[in-house]
């Protein structure tokens, strides 16, 4: 298995405070991904990297912010968590960050905002 | 815009029987098309994929999928079904390009569940 570990595993928290998730891999790949999944949605890009502090936006970016000062780490913030942002979250890694390539994903992040 | 479709949310099969999970993909030119699996509480796992050539592709745990361009679809098959195999599984579609980021659209996912 790809070395792709997240964290917390899960997170009960209350709206209006800030919330950060931490992915974490050993695989030195370049691309690195935040995805959440909703049941009928499957799972939706929120932000992506493609190498140390170079990020951008994917299809469902509002309200979430992403950091990335070292290869290993991702991190996802959300400012000010609201109950919409309840989920489960997914990082995943890549090594080449095309669309011909193989996603490699974490165990997950179960989010429960109140 | 590329999407993906997966038409049966829900699929319950007999260990042993044969199974096709569906999969339309909306996108202008060749796609890129994967099969993840994902168990109950675990990431997404790759099955198989397909770029180019032979449009039958052979991918792990016995599965395979044939690519018809015709009917914009990439439907998965295994011809024996295991009691392991109960799991949600998505369709994905990804751009092509080598120069940069192409975003990878996953479908809304079906489950299988597996009669004994």
């Known amino acids: 298995d790809a070395g792709i570990t997240q964290s917390p595993r899960h997170k009960v928290t209350e709206t209006g405070t800030p919330v950060t998730l931490r992915c974490h891999q050993t695989?030195?790949?370049?691309?690195m991904y935040w995805y959440r999944q909703d049941p009928g949605h499957g799972l939706r890009l929120i932000h992506y990297?493609?190498?140390?502090?170079?990020?951008d936006k994917g299809e469902v970016s509002d309200g979430y912010s992403v950091s990335r000062s070292k290869t290993e780490d991702f991190l996802l913030t959300l400012e000010s968590a609201t109950s919409s942002q309840t989920s489960v979250y997914f990082c995943?890694?890549?090594?080449?960050?095309?669309?011909?390539?193989?996603?490699?994903f974490g165990p997950g992040t179960r989010l429960t905002v109140l | 815009a590329q999407s993906v479709t997966q038409p049966d949310i829900h699929i319950t099969v007999s260990e042993g029987a044969s199974l096709e999970l569906r999969c339309n993909y909306s996108?202008?030119?060749?796609?890129?098309l994967f099969w993840y699996v994902q168990s109950p509480g675990q990431g997404l796992q790759l099955l198989l994929k397909?770029?180019?050539?032979?449009?039958l592709v052979q991918g792990i745990k016995g599965f395979e999928a044939e690519f018809k361009r015709s009917q914009s679809s990439f439907n998965l098959r295994k011809p024996s079904v295991h009691w392991s195999d109960a799991a949600e599984y998505f369709c994905?579609?990804?751009?092509?390009?080598?120069?940069?980021?192409?975003?990878?659209?996953f479908g809304p996912g079906t489950s299988l569940s597996v009669i004994p």
């Open positions: 996108y202008g030119a060749t796609p890129y």
């Open positions: 994905a579609v990804g751009a092509g390009g080598k120069t940069s980021y192409d975003k990878v659209i």
């Open positions: 990297s493609y190498g140390v502090k170079d990020t």
């Open positions: 397909y770029f180019s050539g032979d449009t």
């Open positions: 995943a890694i890549s090594g080449l960050g095309t669309g011909d390539n193989e996603q490699f």
């Open positions: 695989e030195n790949h370049r691309y």
